[in-house]
């Protein structure tokens, strides 16, 4: 499938990072793992093709054994969902047809302090995690005959994770820009595989949480940056339950995403993490609710080029 002049450019992380100044930030784990993934992950995205192909008896008995396999090899949530041209980057080509979908949750304890070093290094920890996962799976695909690609977490990549996340079951898409997994909440990681593999796909889940959204407004209230709206944008088009679209001012996120941490404050805060997954069975003293550090943010960075930055809502200015 071709791009769709509708899709967004896939996020240019050097010109946003120059538009606030450079990355200047620096934590060893982080750029440790950051640089495994591009140095040793990314050479291990392709792997031979069995000859010899392996036949199921339908799609449904080989999404039974390719979800069985990523739980098996560590994802925590896994769907699959057809590839559409609005779900792919513009100006990228995905011709395979189907997209299986994978999560890995992160650690509750690593967010009681938000921003901080530690809730940084577990973001890169399941980038990481959830890489070796989608790699593997990959490789196992491939060796029951199938073709596939791997389409890594971290975001460099052709397909765009949150539309297929949505099609895959994983939950609703909530005011601050992320899915909300009904159990999960938003404290998680994706990426996914393509392939021709003929496979049953799973379809979008009303859970109640969009309509919970237009209520709440924990993220919004706790962003410094001051960046969730407080209404949907009919702009912006709808989501896959028909509901218009919350759209973040990237412009006032990035800037305090890129000082402090990498901030990820509107995650630990959404209500959807306050249930019984979130405490920790392993001896960790954790809180319900994390302590939040808020900053006065950085000035706005809207000076991207056009051509290499999606629409976002400019809040409170013209």
């Not at 769907?79 to 949750?105: N, S």
């Not at 909300?180 to 379809?203: C, E, N, V």
């Not at 309509?211 to 989501?239: L, V, W």
Request: glycine share 6%; net charge neutral; charged share 25%.
């Amino acid at each position: 499938m071709s791009d769709k002049a509708a899709s967004p450019p896939a996020f240019a992380w050097d010109d946003w990072y120059s538009a606030v100044g450079g990355r200047t930030i620096h934590i060893d784990e982080v750029e440790r793992m950051l640089k495994e993934i591009r140095e040793d992950q990314y050479r291990r995205f392709d792997s031979p093709v069995n000859s010899h192909k392996t036949i199921f008896k339908n799609p449904q008995e080989a999404a039974a054994h390719i979800k069985s396999k990523a739980l098996e090899f560590g994802a925590d949530i896994v769907g699959i969902c057809e590839i559409e041209p609005g779900d792919v980057y513009k100006g990228k080509t995905v011709q395979e047809p189907f997209a299986i979908a994978l999560g890995q949750r992160m650690r509750w304890r690593e967010f009681q302090v938000v921003p901080s070093r530690e809730s940084a290094i577990e973001c890169m920890r399941i980038y990481h995690s959830l890489g070796e996962v989608i790699i593997r799976l990959a490789a196992h695909i491939r060796s029951l005959g199938y073709p596939c690609k791997v389409e890594h977490p971290i975001g460099d990549s052709d397909l765009l994770h949150i539309p297929i996340g949505l099609k895959a079951g994983f939950g609703e898409l909530g005011r601050h820009g992320s899915i909300i997994h009904p159990k999960l909440g938003p404290l998680f990681r994706m990426g996914s595989i393509a392939t021709p593999m003929q496979l049953q796909i799973d379809h979008p889940v009303d859970a109640g949480i969009g309509k919970f959204c237009e209520k709440c407004k924990a993220c919004r209230i706790y962003c410094p940056a001051k960046a969730i709206p407080d209404n949907r944008s009919a702009e912006a088009g709808k989501d896959h339950l028909g509901n218009d679209r919350y759209v973040v001012d990237t412009a006032r996120c990035f800037p305090y995403f890129a000082k402090h941490n990498y901030c990820s404050i509107c995650l630990p805060v959404c209500v959807y993490n306050h249930k019984e997954w979130a405490k920790d069975f392993e001896g960790f003293q954790t809180s319900l609710f994390p302590e939040i550090i808020m900053e006065e943010p950085p000035p706005l960075a809207d000076d991207v080029d056009d051509a290499k930055k999606h629409a976002y809502n400019k809040l409170n200015r013209p």
